[in-house]
């Protein structure tokens, strides 16, 4: 059983820095392209960044991009999201997701999902 475990999240004044960290567990990690999701109160659940399963492409929504960065360790089983110069409207539930397909290139597809980490940041 895949199983994703987000950490790294809590309250921030705007204008601060965070960073989320997903563990992954239960099958071969870095076969897979993983990607951050995020879902605030009362809006749909919306692609934030990605990173292919060898870590050579990344791909950004155009409202975090030039401030958030997602890498990946292969050898840990993990991928990171650095958020930067975070604003009000970055605060959300944020997801960790895996690929359904092996050797992809981003997601969606998504496989697996974390149990989310909250961000908030204070205005």
């Known amino acids: 059983q895949v199983q994703l475990v987000e950490s790294g999240g809590g309250l921030v004044q705007a204008g601060g820095s965070l960073r989320l960290s997903c563990a992954a567990s239960?099958?071969?990690?870095?076969?897979?392209?993983m990607g951050w999701f995020r879902q605030a109160p009362g809006k749909e659940r919306e692609f934030v960044a990605a990173?292919?399963?060898?870590?050579?492409?990344?791909y950004y929504a155009d409202s975090v991009k030039g401030r958030f960065t997602i890498s990946r360790d292969n050898a840990k089983n993990t991928v990171s999201l650095q958020m930067n110069s975070l604003k009000p409207e970055d605060t959300a539930v944020y997801y960790c997701?895996?690929?359904?397909?092996?050797?992809?290139?981003?997601?969606?597809?998504?496989?697996?999902w974390g149990q989310g980490t909250q961000v908030t940041v204070d205005s």
């Open positions: 997701a895996s690929s359904g397909e092996r050797y992809s290139d981003c997601v969606p597809p998504i496989g697996y």
């Open positions: 239960g099958r071969t990690f870095s076969s897979y392209a």
């Open positions: 990173i292919s399963w060898s870590g050579s492409n990344t």
